[in-house]
């Protein structure tokens, strides 16, 4: 079965210093890859996606880059974190038209 | 512009009671809606996915349904537990794939004692 994963659960980081989080998927091959965050009260927000290796999408101009250097890694980095930065942040994958899985998200609090 | 709005934003009912859950969308060309649960600080868990020629699909508690029509649907929760407290998200696709997503806001629902 295909399972994703995705850590650090939690993480507290000061303005201005750099952020990395990845994201790996097992059980499956070339899956579409996606990083979502999600502010408090808020819907899901497209940042990145990929169809394969080094393809990367960006849905939203911002503070943060994505890298896809495996078939099933998927990690997203900033070189400063801003406050606004802030959030939930969810990988997810999925096939064709078929349903996103997501991982267990990453509370990031940039301080 | 491709939209999905949902209703009511929050929702507080006493365990064992049902309840139901609204989804409107103008998203085009439809391709399909799907219904996910997100528990406080998780990712979302699918609850169902539908196609335009499906009008009715259950998971158990859980039954959507959908009019591809009016653009609307709906999850219905029978008999409500304190686990099913969390947020539901409505997501529609359009035709075309990968990421022609739109997703809901989200409907907060507290199942209290």
């Known amino acids: 079965s295909q399972t994703i994963h995705q850590w650090p659960a939690t993480l507290v980081q000061p303005v201005g210093s750099p952020l990395s989080l990845e994201c790996t998927v097992e059980?499956?091959?070339?899956?579409?890859l996606y990083w979502y965050r999600q502010a408090a009260g808020r819907g899901l927000q497209l940042l990145f996606y990929?169809?394969?290796?080094?393809?990367i999408s960006s849905e939203v101009p911002q503070n943060l880059s994505a890298s896809r250097p495996q078939d099933r890694q998927f990690i997203l980095s900033s070189k400063k974190l801003l406050l606004s930065d802030s959030g939930f942040y969810l990988c997810?994958?999925?096939?064709?038209?078929?349903?996103?899985?997501f991982g267990s998200g990453t509370r990031l609090t940039v301080v | 512009k491709n939209q999905v709005e949902q209703s009511p934003q929050s929702l507080i009912i006493l365990e064992g009671k049902n309840c139901t859950l609204q989804?409107?969308?103008?998203?085009?060309?439809?391709?399909?809606l799907r219904w996910y649960k997100q528990d406080t600080g998780r990712g979302p868990v699918s609850l169902t996915i539908?196609?335009?020629?499906?009008n009715t699909k259950s998971n158990g508690r859980y039954t959507a349904t959908l009019d591809a029509d009016t653009k609307q649907s709906s999850l219905h929760i029978t008999a409500s537990q304190l686990s099913d407290s969390a947020s539901y998200i409505c997501?529609?696709?359009?035709?075309?794939?990968?990421?022609?997503?739109?997703f809901g806001t989200g409907t907060k629902l507290q199942v209290i004692p």
């Open positions: 997810a994958w999925n096939r064709g038209d078929y349903g996103y899985t």
């Open positions: 990929s169809v394969g290796i080094g393809q």
């Open positions: 989804c409107n969308y103008t998203v085009s060309p439809f391709s399909n």
């Open positions: 539908m196609t335009f020629s499906e």
């Open positions: 059980g499956t091959s070339n899956p579409n």
């Open positions: 997501v529609v696709s359009r035709t075309g794939g990968y990421q022609k997503v739109t």
